[in-house]
């Protein structure tokens, strides 16, 4: 049986946080997509731990993660991450499973990330330059170096032919930054990473399932900036909905229970690209420093804005959510009022549907005012707590959106949750 938790907005709605509250109740917690683009917030022992490349059940002790084939790894931040983690007392090797299937980014995919950005210019992604739109274009045009090819002994040889390859394309976008240094530290986290469980990843988590195993798989970016689904081109690479967990692990889609859908009580995106909702004034600056809104990979501030359940309504359609946590509840304590978007208007028409290219029309967000609530939500304990006009707010969006709010997170720290 396999659990999701999710994004369902442009990412950084605290997964992270949330995977890390769920992981006890799971044998497994198993990364599906995405890489080092990925920044996922825990506190352990009251300090800020950000990780990029491991999965957010690493601080349990008795729970396995895995990397999975559908995630693209970097061994350099592997390695750096890995020795931050060991730093809290935790045997990383011991616990973390890597997929044998699983893409390599090798540096020459952080260069053509950054040459192909630098040439777009005004129109550019704002991509987090770690080389992941690089790493999955090899994937599907069956180039890449996966983790199994560590084991052969022409894993060298493998490199350089792709690192050719890749010269010529560098050479086209005019590139001559050098990245010496950056290929000498790969090659010494290739050797550390020859020295990790690497595994036959499918056969793995299936094994698992079968003897009653539970994983949760942990999703990174969010909905909206899924490669199919998100508002394209300004999108991640990869499926980060919830059917990318099939393809991701190989599990087949009648392994999938639960979907948990993670939304902020607001809506933000960092990078480029449409965002309807997007607030240019006080309310928007109020926004970003209350939620101390600034990127946890690139440190970049992040856009803020009102929640758009027309978005968020589309995104539990497409990964078929059967429970919604809404997170950073607590920074919406201070305001009078609180505009939830439900519907785009186009063209002086009212719409209820995400449109094809949201980038490509002027979208009028239609507004209902919802009065806040004025309460320190985060010493809030259970359900029976909440202000009158914050179960208004929450019943607003359970009645638009179709699906269950079923937890609320009022503070960053592990033990702020509540269940409803
Ligand atoms: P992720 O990428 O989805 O894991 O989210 P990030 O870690 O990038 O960003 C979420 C930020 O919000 C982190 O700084 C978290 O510590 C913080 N956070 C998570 N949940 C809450 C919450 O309920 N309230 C507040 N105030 N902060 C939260
Ligand atoms: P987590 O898992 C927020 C955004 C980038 C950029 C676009 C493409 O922490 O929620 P990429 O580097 O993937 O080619 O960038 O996607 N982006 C994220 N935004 N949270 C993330 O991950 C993101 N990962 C990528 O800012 O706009
Ligand atoms: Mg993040």
Not at 180 to 188: I, N, P, S, V
Not at 278 to 297: H, P, Q, V, Y
Request: hydrophobic share 40%; proline share 4%; aromatic share 10%.
């Amino acid at each position: 049986m396999v659990d999701v938790i999710l994004g369902l907005q442009w990412g950084d709605e605290g997964k992270g946080k949330i995977v890390d509250y769920f992981a006890p109740h799971y044998d497994i917690i198993a990364r599906f997509q995405g890489g080092p683009n990925a920044g996922h917030t825990l506190y352990v022992n009251n300090q800020k731990v950000v990780l990029h490349q491991i999965p957010s059940g690493i601080f349990h002790q008795n729970t396995i993660n895995i990397i999975g084939n559908g995630v693209v790894l970097d061994p350099v931040t592997l390695k750096k991450e890995c020795e931050k983690v060991a730093s809290f007392g935790i045997d990383v090797k011991k616990n973390l499973f890597i997929s044998e299937r699983t893409n390599l980014i090798v540096p020459t995919h952080r260069a053509l990330d950054k040459a192909s950005e630098m040439q777009k210019g005004e129109s550019k992604i704002g991509s987090t330059l770690k080389g992941i739109g690089p790493a999955y274009m090899d994937k599907t045009g069956r180039n890449a170096l996966r983790v199994g090819d560590l084991l052969n002994k022409n894993f060298t040889t493998q490199y350089i032919k792709l690192r050719l390859k890749h010269q010529k394309l560098l050479d086209n976008f005019h590139f001559i930054e050098d990245i010496t240094a950056w290929e000498e530290e790969f090659f010494e986290a290739i050797e550390f990473l020859r020295s990790f469980n690497i595994v036959n990843g499918e056969y793995f988590v299936n094994n698992k399932i079968a003897e009653g195993k539970k994983v949760l798989a942990e999703g990174a970016q969010g909905s909206m900036l899924d490669i199919d689904f998100g508002t394209f081109p300004f999108v991640t690479s990869s499926n980060t909905i919830s059917a990318g967990v099939c393809t991701g692990l190989g599990v087949s889609p009648k392994q999938i229970n639960d979907v948990l859908g993670v939304t902020k009580a607001y809506c933000t995106r960092v990078g480029g690209g449409p965002f309807p909702t997007e607030l240019f004034d006080a309310t928007g600056e109020e926004l970003r420093k209350i939620g101390n809104e600034f990127g946890a990979t690139t440190g970049r501030p992040r856009r803020c804005g009102w929640i758009d359940l027309v978005a968020l309504k589309y995104a539990c359609m497409i990964n078929g959510v059967t429970k919604v946590v809404m997170t950073k509840a607590d920074v919406l304590d201070s305001f009078d009022t609180l505009n939830v978007c439900t519907a785009y208007g186009i063209n002086g028409e009212n719409y209820n549907e995400v449109p094809y290219q949201m980038d490509k029309v002027a979208i009028e967000p239609v507004y209902k005012a919802l009065a806040g609530w004025h309460t320190d939500s985060s010493i809030l304990k259970d359900a029976a707590s909440l202000p009158a006009n914050m179960s208004n707010y929450i019943a607003f969006i359970n009645q638009f959106i179709g699906a269950p709010v079923k937890y609320v997170s009022n503070g960053p720290g592990r033990e702020q949750i509540i269940s409803l």
